[in-house]
């Protein structure tokens, strides 16, 4: 029996799309890889930046996940890290002071 090329398709994506949880729950993990990554890519990126005071290009080491599944965008005027994966799942964190260092907005 042949086996359309979306028959293929939908069968090598469905177990994924299933596992990641549709990306519609931010703060329920579970299996949710892709948010766990991009929340902490941003976190941490965010705190190595504007906490620790390092260089952009030591922090992108510093938070590199692999496989590398996540992009990373850096607002220095906003104090603000940007992450995204697979145009579904993503997360923000910024600086808010000294004392409280980077926090993930809602």
Do not use: Q
Not at 42 to 59: G, I, N, P, Q, T
Not at 62 to 91: C, M, N, Q, R, Y
Request: with cysteine.
């Amino acid at each position: 029996m042949k086996r359309t090329l979306l028959a293929v398709l939908l069968g090598a994506l469905a177990p994924a799309l299933v596992s990641f949880g549709g990306g519609n729950s931010r703060h329920r993990y579970g299996n949710n890889d892709l948010v766990l990554v991009t929340s902490y890519t941003a976190k941490d990126a965010c705190s190595c930046l504007f906490v620790m005071e390092r260089d952009e290009a030591f922090c992108r080491a510093f938070v590199k996940a692999d496989p590398a599944v996540a992009s990373l965008t850096i607002d220095f005027e906003h104090k603000a890290v940007e992450t995204s994966a697979l145009l579904l799942w993503g997360a923000r964190a910024h600086y808010v002071d000294a004392r409280d260092g980077c926090v993930l907005d809602e």
